[in-house]
């Protein structure tokens, strides 16, 4: 199998132009490649993550990855999959967001010579003079055919900005320029990006002529990505101080029956051989198949040392000892009322829950456990002297805290 066919497989692969010639790129090693991030937190995210996977599989196969750091259209946002216009971010909080962004990836792809580079898009947009640039770059494209793209869909129903609508036009622009500065043949992205890449494509074709054959290809992984890279708390983010390795792998371990083959076959780098035994498990297999997952993708991101932790802890998680790499809260003196903490003031001040009322709710559906034991009573309270062995209160099938007196 030929490692397109193998993106294919894995389902990767969502559309693409120019399909023989991306193929003979790719599968030769030839192929400079850019993906694009834009530095709209100072940590990246699991939808960020796959790109990532792929980056590092293709680079294992030859080609060349550039990893684009929107420290310009930063400044404006992406408008794909947007109902409102995103939060301006400052040119300090930019410039730190890529710095992060460079140590995360980092982590994953090997730069270099003659390996992968990381360029910002800020050092040609910022400089651009605006007259020239419309002149030069605006008139390559159509209005009408731009106001049909699915990516301004959604935010022409409550008002798409003049701000946004330029960013189609950026996005081509840095393909454009990656192909004259470094000759990028090639642009990933997800399914939601079509439009702009696209854009791209036809801008070089258009000023560079006829052998300035750029090409595209859309993946699966970003709107997958998208879905997978959020809970009900947030993105799970690849920065422990964010997500730690143990809540990074618990997300992971709990992921639903039907969705584990899929991230298996999308994030992993096991052989496609032993993922087609995998799709014939069933019942508990599943849950094997949960925590195969989970350990591979914490020691990509964490490292093997932090997976080995965050699997044992998980895996004996109320024996003793076994919740010394699990998040923990500090009681102090204060928290607690004639040497007593009732169970809804832990969940509160854990940080497992937002307020006492919802804390109350929990524990009447039945979803709060005291090391093993479910919670049935919302007046039950805990002594201080409960504290000096293991206590690790569980809130749901993915939350816990390790819970300590300072």
């Known amino acids: 199998m030929t490692l397109y066919d193998e993106l294919v497989w894995r389902g990767l692969i969502a559309q693409t132009t120019d399909e023989e010639e991306i193929k003979e790129l790719i599968n030769a090693g030839k192929a400079t490649f850019y993906i694009g991030f834009d530095p709209t937190a100072d940590s990246l995210h699991v939808g960020h993550f796959m790109a990532l996977c792929l980056m590092k599989r293709l680079q294992m196969a030859g080609n ?5 750091v929107g420290g310009g259209t930063g400044y404006i946002g992406d408008p794909s999959g947007r109902t409102d216009l995103r939060s301006m971010l400052t040119k300090e909080t930019i410039e730190h967001n890529c710095e992060c962004f460079k140590k995360q ?19 040609w947009l910022l400089n651009l003079n605006y007259i020239e640039f419309i002149r030069d770059i605006g008139s390559q ?4 055919k731009m106001l049909a793209a699915e990516c301004y869909k959604q935010r022409m129903e409550k008002g798409l900005t003049f701000l946004e609508f330029n960013y189609m036009l950026m996005q081509s622009y840095d393909f454009y320029m990656l192909y004259k500065e470094y000759g990028c043949n090639m642009e990933f992205g997800g399914d939601d990006q079509w439009s702009n890449m696209l854009g791209g ?3 070089i074709r258009k000023k560079l002529g006829k052998d300035a054959y750029a090409m595209t290809i859309t ?32 997300y992971w371990r709990n992921v639903d029956d039907s969705d584990v083959i899929k991230c298996i076959k999308l994030l992993t780098f096991i052989p496609i051989e032993e993922i ?12 094997k198949a949960k925590e195969i997952l989970a350990y591979e993708l914490t020691k990509m991101v ?35 009322t004639d040497g007593k903490i009732d169970a809804i003031g832990i969940l509160v001040k854990s940080g497992l829950v937002s307020s006492r009322s919802e804390g109350r709710r929990a ?15 919302i007046r039950a309270d805990f002594e201080k002297s409960a504290f000096e062995g293991e206590f690790v209160i569980q809130r749901g099938k993915k939350n816990f805290k390790r819970i300590i007196v300072g």
Do not use: C, R
């Open 64 to 68: 060349k990855p550039i990893a684009l």
């Open 105 to 123: 990836m980092s982590n994953f792809i090997e730069f270099g010579p003659d390996k992968a580079i990381m360029v910002n898009n800020a050092d």
């Open 141 to 144: 494209f159509s209005v009408n």
């Open 201 to 203: 494509t036809e801008l």
């Open 219 to 250: 993946l699966l992984l970003n709107s997958e990505g998208k879905k997978m890279g959020k809970t009900a708390k947030g993105a799970v983010w690849l920065d422990e101080a964010k997500t730690s390795p143990f809540d990074f792998y618990q």
């Open 276 to 287: 087609a035994e995998m799709e014939k498990w069933e019942n508990e297999q599943l849950n």
């Open 302 to 336: 964490h490292g093997e040392e932090k997976a080995n932790a965050a699997q044992s802890a998980a895996k004996g998680i109320f024996s003793a000892g076994s919740a010394e790499n699990m998040p923990s809260h500090t009681l102090t003196d204060e928290d607690f």
């Open 363 to 377: 524990i009447e559906q039945g979803g709060v456990s005291v090391n093993g034991e479910k919670v049935t009573d």
